[in-house]
C-alpha cells in the first residue's frame, strides 16, 4: 500500500501477512451484503484500507478476523445507505406470458443482483475460510433473499447464522441491545424462510450429478436439440435473464424461449463450463461480424433431484472477468 519510493515499516509487512489470509472470505461476506461482485471486490479493498489505516491501534480485545469483520460490515452499511437492493427480474413482477414473443427492453439502470464467481472464493480444503465460504451460504436464491432485507436485518442475519456471532458481538457492532439484535434476527428469518424455501437453497444432487446434468445441458445447447435439452429441465423452472426484465416459468416456455432468443442457441457459439455461487454455470459466447467469439451471457443453474429447476441468465459481459474469461477472443483460442 505504500509506493515505491517510500520504506515499508514492519507494521505494514506484519498487517499484509497476517490479513492476507481472510480476503477471500470478506470477499463472501461483502457479496452477501451488497449483491454485487464488483461492488464486493471495492468494498473489500476500503475495508484493507479502512483496517491498514487503524492497524496500530489494534489492541486484540478480539481476533483479527472479527476486527476486520466489523470494519467490513460497517463499510457495507455505508455503501448500502446510498443504495437500493439488487433484484432478480422474477422478484419485480409476474411472469411472462408468451416465451416466442417481444421480450420487454433491457433495463441496465437497475442495480440487478449478479453472481459471486466461485474462482474467486474456491474451496482450499487446509483453509479455515471454507467454513464461512461454504456454498449454501452463497447460493444464488440466498443471497437474493437477502437483498429483501433492510440492511441492518440482512447484517444481523448473516451475522448470526451465517458466521455464528453471538448476539452480544453483534449488538456490539450495531450499536443496539441483545434483545434488539434477537428480534431483528428472528424477523429476517421468517422472511428468509419464506423467499428461499430451504429445498431449494441447500438440497439437491451431489455435486458430481449436479455437473453431469449440466454437462448434458451444454451438451444439447451445443447441438441445438431442444428435445433433449427441456427433458432436463423441471415442470415449473424458473427462467429469467437479467438486465431484461420479463421472465418465464414453466418447461414449454423456457423451451420456446431459448429456441427463439438465444443467438448462441440458434446459430452457434462457445460454451465455457465454470461455476458461480456453488452453483454449475456456463459462460456463453455468441459469433460476432469480425470473426471474433463474444462474451454474451453467464447462466448459473441451480439443480434439484428432478432436474434443472432455475436458470439466470446473467447478460453482462463485464462479468466475464472475474471469471478469469475474456470478452472476445478468436474461436482458436478456445480449442477444439
Known sequence: MANSAQAVKPADADFERLTAPFRRELLAHCYRMVGSVHDAEDLVQETYLRAWRSYDSFEGRSSLRTWLYRIATNACLTALEHRGRRPLPSGLG????????????????????????????????????????????????????????????????????????????????????????????????????????????????????????????????????????????????????????????????????????CPVFREGGRLIRTSANGQPAIAMYQHGDDGLLHAFTVEVHTVTAAGIARVVSFQDPSLFPAFGLPLSAHPADFGS
Open 94 to 261: 409476474a411472469p411472462g406470458d408468451d416465451a416466442a414473443g417481444p421480450l420487454a427492453p433491457a433495463r441496465p439502470e437497475v442495480p440487478w443482483l449478479q453472481p459471486l464467481p466461485d474462482p474467486l472464493f474456491a474451496d482450499d480444503p487446509a483453509d479455515p475460510a471454507t467454513v464461512v465460504t461454504a456454498r449454501e451460504n452463497v447460493r444464488l436464491a440466498f443471497v437474493a433473499a437477502l437483498q429483501l432485507l433492510p440492511p441492518r436485518q440482512r447484517a444481523i442475519l448473516i451475522l448470526r447464522d451465517v458466521l455464528r456471532w453471538h448476539a452480544a458481538e453483534v449488538a456490539d457492532l450495531t450499536e443496539s441491545t441483545e434483545a434488539a439484535v434477537n428480534s431483528m434476527l428472528q424477523r429476517a428469518r421468517g422472511r428468509i424462510s419464506r423467499a428461499a424455501p430451504v429445498a431449494e437453497t441447500l438440497t439437491g444432487p451431489a455435486e458430481p450429478e449436479q455437473r453431469e446434468l449440466v454437462e448434458r445441458y451444454a451438451t444439447a445447447f451445443e447441438n441445438a436439440d431442444i428435445s433433449a435439452l427441456m427433458r432436463l429441465l423441471t415442470d415449473d423452472i424458473v427462467f429469467e435473464m437479467p438486465p431484461i426484465p420479463t421472465w418465464f416459468t414453466g418447461r414449454e416456455a423456457a423451451g420456446r424461449l431459448i429456441a427463439a432468443k
